[in-house]
Each structure stands twice: as C-alpha cells, then as structure tokens.
C-alpha cells in the first residue's frame, strides 16, 4: 500500500484493489465518451481531460472514491442526433445552473419527494431504447465487424464479466483502430468550445429530462449509495452544488457535461475501491489518454461503437426495469423514444401524481 498525502487532511491510499476500482466507474463513461466524440464535433481528447480533471478534484473534495460520469440523457440525444452539439453543451450549462441553485438553496431535498421514483427509471428506460436504436443502426453499418464485437460481448458475458463487456469491446474498437492509423502521437487537447451555444425549445425539454435522471441517480441514489458503501453522509443537495460547478466550469472549455452517478460509485467498489485513491489513479489514466487519444476517434470502427452502445443500452435499461412498477417505468421510457426525455418526465410526473391520488 503506498499513501499520498495532498494536505487539507486528505490522503491517498493506493492498493492494488484501488487500481483495479479505477476501471469501474470507466465502465460507463468511455464508451458514451467515444460515442460522443465519433458523432459530434466535440473532441475526444477535450472530453478525456475533463473527466481527469474532476476525477481528481472531487476525490480531493469528498475523500472517497465518488464517481463522475457523463450526463446520459443529453449524451443519448446528442448520440441519436436529436440535440446539436450547441444544444448539448447548452443543456449541459443549464443544467449546471439549475443543479448549483438548487444545491446551495436546500431545494432538491424539497422536490425529490414529488418526482416518482419509476419516473427517473422510466426515463433510463428511455435513454436506454435510444441508445440501443442508435446503435443498431450504426452495427447495420458494416455487419461482419458488427457480428465479431457481438461475439467478443458473448464470450466476455460467458466468462462472468458483464459489467466489463463494454470496455472489452471498446477495447477491441480501439485495437482496430490503430492498426488502421498505426502508433498515436501526443497532442494537447484544445480548450475551447468551437460552436456557438443555442438555448431552443429542444433544449431546455433534453435538460428536464436530464435532470430527472440527475435528481434521481446522481444526487439521491448516491447519496445513499455513498452512506451504505462508505458509511459517508453527503446530502443530495452537496452533490448537487458540486455537479453544478462542475459543469459551469467545464463545459465553456469544451468538456461534456458530466454528473455524479451512483452505477458509477458501484462498479469502483466492485472492482475493489475503498477510497478516493482511485479517483486519483483514474484522472491520471484519462489524463494520458487524452493526449494520445486525437488519432482514435477518426478511425474507430463505427459498427463496433454501435455495438458498444447496445451493450451500454443493455445495463442502463436493467437499471430502468429495477422497479415494483416496472411497466409504469416502461411506458415512460417508450413515451420518451417516440417523443422527448423532457414531454416523458412531465407526463410521467402527472401520471404518478395522479395514480398516487386515486
């Protein structure tokens, strides 16, 4: 075991299981990440340095191994190709907003009560199927190469890593991918936006269904999370307060918004996390990829990416579907795939306000 100390009392510990941790909240984030950078005009390299940055930062902060993961609702739509990329990040900033008033004001404590709890899963419902049609479009691409990253999953599910599948995949996108442009060379990531930013309609319906996620997964179920794992007591609204600053600081630079997440919380303490040492060794991973990253995304197979967001739809949707109303969850989901995430969260609100009722 070697010991870090950063001062203000907060100190390192990195074992062994905290390395392996670090892979755990990576689960989630790096195949959203490359999706995102393949089908936008965001840059991989950008997205990788915000994460490194936080990572760090909220680890120093919380003294535990928090999660920060990518805001998933906003990332589906942008990925789907329902958001530009000046919505996405503006849906990112007003979020970011909303999350630090709500935060500093006590308010969420206040809320959360009226947001049903198979709303919020409803809308992972809906993330999920559109993630999954996304992907299934991008496989249908190119189906021989398609078919191998299936195969990959399958052996990988077989052999008792689920939760690892995605990275393994993503992984093997990556591999292909630099036999294609050959030996990467470092480039400093760009600090700057590139894009106008543009508060539509669109807009701020993606940040109400984000944030019905948020209220739910990153701030509440984290919170808990962090009292049962840790044995922590972090309110939702702490947790809001620091998403918030997150992404009024990040997102201007050309990161992604970004959210605490408890699926994150639990794959480091799955894959042996007990402190914030992982979050320290996961900045410096994501820091090194960030600038060896530039040359990946223009030649990363598009049919294995897709292959990966199904395999990401696949555990968000097992997420969703964790509910005693799980066909509420269900017809929320399939009201936001064939509407918005923004038209689900409200109709789902009234809907569990009403059945409450009667």
């Known amino acids: 075991m070697t010991e870090v100390a950063l001062g203000n009392d907060t100190r390192f510990e990195l074992t062994a299981s905290d390395v392996t941790g670090a892979v755990g ?13 393949a089908l936008t005009d965001l840059h991989l ?8 940055v936080f990572q760090i930062v909220w680890g120093v902060h919380y003294d535990l191994p ?7 609702a906003l990332a589906a739509l942008v990925i789907a190709g329902s958001l530009t990329t000046g919505e996405f990040v503006t849906a990112g900033a007003v979020a970011g907003v909303v999350l630090l008033a709500v935060g500093r004001t006590g308010t969420l404590s206040r809320i959360t009560p009226y947001v049903g709890e198979p709303v919020v899963r409803g809308i992972q419902v809906a993330v999920a199927l559109m993630l999954a049609r996304t992907g299934v479009e991008l496989g ?27 990275l393994v995949v993503l992984a093997f996108g990556v591999v292909l991918a630099e ?12 600090l700057a936006l590139g894009f106008s930013p543009a508060l539509t309609e669109t807009t701020l319906s993606a940040t109400l269904g984000q944030l019905a996620m948020t209220v739910g997964n990153a701030a509440v179920a984290t919170s808990l999370l962090l009292a049962d794992l840790f044995d922590a007591d972090v309110a939702p609204d702490e947790l809001a307060t620091s998403m918030g600053v997150m992404n009024l600081l990040a997102v201007p630079f050309g990161a992604m918004p970004m959210c605490h997440g408890s699926g994150g919380v639990a794959g480091k303490y799955a894959f042996g ?23 990946v995304v223009a030649a990363f197979p598009l049919s294995v990416l897709g292959v990966v967001l ?12 964790d509910t005693t109303n799980r066909w509420f969850a269900v017809g929320v989901g399939l009201l936001g795939l064939l509407t918005n995430v923004g038209i689900a969260f409200v109709v789902g609100v009234g809907a569990w306000w009403v059945r409450n009722k009667l």
């Open 25 to 37: 909240d990576s689960i989630t984030v790096l195949p959203i990440v490359v999706a995102v950078a």
């Open 273 to 295: 996390a007990r402190n914030a040492g992982a979050n320290l060794v996961l900045g410096i991973m994501y820091a090194l990829a960030a600038i060896f990253a530039a040359s």
């Open 179 to 190: 036999l294609s442009v050959g030996v990467p060379s470092p480039r400093l990531p760009q």
């Open 66 to 72: 928090i999660s920060v993961e990518p805001m998933k």
């Open 45 to 52: 390299p950008t997205l990788l340095l915000g994460f490194a």
């Open 140 to 166: 249908a691409g190119n189906p021989t190469v398609a078919l191998v990253a299936v195969l990959i999953t399958g052996v990988v599910v077989a052999l008792g890593y689920r939760r690892a599948s995605a």
């Open 310 to 321: 199904v395999v990401v739809a696949f555990s968000l949707a097992r997420s969703g579907l």
